[in-house]
């Protein structure tokens, strides 16, 4: 029995730390299979995090903190769609300048309106249990006994894969970010889908966000996102752009977080640096050995302007 109930508590903290990281991936996704780079990841997601923290802390209301929280990634989103769509602003830099951006701001706003580094215990969102299912060993606590995050970054990853490779919209969006001037060529415009996929982008990485204050620690603090955004994009390039690809990636990454905690409190004699760090080596390793096989839409990255567009 304590076997099953330690597999039962790892499994359930390896989903949800990869929770996080799967909403960012997704929205990493979306931009690139656009042509948009996207390494904001990181600023969406503290961005999230601090606008649901601060709405659910004034409102009470976590539902509302949630929303806010959409609302403000869309709009870091749009932002990078206009510096890196609409003035060509080099793609990589955009990313980088949101990153330290968000970090800056929220780390400020945070000590101005929490009156320090980070607020008081916030009211969260709760799990949904399913009676019956709930008490099957293992599967009921690990699938019926989740929060709404989960069940909705399944339906996230069901509907994504359907629209990216079932219905002219995903057709659309693959072309723009494989050949935008073939694209551009029949009548599709290029600015208009980028915009849009890059907004969505900011929407579901904000969601991990919202999930770091609502539902995993229940406050904000200083730069909590902790790389995740980073991570989220190993798991891009990790998962090839594809949806259930990625989300997989993300549960390796949330599964190698949860280990390197339970062994720190098992005690084990190794340094807790090196424990802290095995997610990233991870995350590490997996790009090395995909170096030169993992091949991003051709467009991404490049900028496309239709006076002076690229063959690509």
Request: proline share 4%; glycine share 10%; with cysteine.
């Amino acid at each position: 029995m304590n076997h099953l109930n330690f597999l039962s508590d790892y499994l359930i903290a390896s989903v949800n730390l990869a929770i996080p990281l799967a909403f960012a991936a997704l929205g990493g996704m979306y931009s690139e299979r656009s042509g948009v780079l996207n390494i904001a990841l990181e600023g969406m997601l503290l961005t999230g995090a601090f606008t649901s923290a601060v709405t659910t802390l004034y409102t009470g209301n976590p539902w509302i903190g949630v929303f806010c929280a959409l609302i403000a990634g869309g709009l870091v989103g749009l932002l990078h769609a206009f510096l890196c769509v609409t003035l060509y602003v080099n793609q990589l830099v955009s990313g980088l300048a949101i990153n330290l951006v968000a970090a800056g701001l929220t780390s400020f706003l945070a000590r101005l309106v929490f009156h320090g580094s980070s607020t008081q215990r916030l009211p969260g969102i709760e799990p949904i249990i399913i009676p019956g299912l709930a008490n099957i060993p293992i599967l009921g606590a690990l699938l019926f006994q989740q929060d709404i995050f989960v069940y909705l970054l399944i339906i996230s990853v069901i509907v994504s894969n359907y629209i990216l490779f079932h219905t002219s919209l995903g057709l659309t969006l693959r072309a723009v970010g494989e050949y935008p001037k073939a694209a551009a060529t029949a009548g599709v415009s290029v600015s208009k889908v980028q915009y849009a996929a890059v907004f969505i982008s900011g929407c579901l990485a904000s969601l991990g966000g919202a999930y770091l204050t609502l539902v995993q620690i229940k406050f904000f603090t200083e730069n909590m996102s902790a790389g995740k955004g980073f991570i989220a994009i190993a798991a891009l390039i990790f998962g090839r752009w594809h949806p259930l690809g990625i989300t997989l990636a993300c549960f390796l990454f949330g599964a190698t977080e949860a280990l390197q905690l339970r062994i720190q409190a098992l005690g084990a004699n190794i340094p807790y640096q090196f424990l802290a760090m095995l997610p990233y080596a991870i995350a590490f390793f997996a790009l090395v050995g995909l170096a030169g096989k993992s091949k991003p839409p051709q467009g991404n990255g490049v900028t496309y302007s239709p006076e002076h567009s690229q063959d690509i």
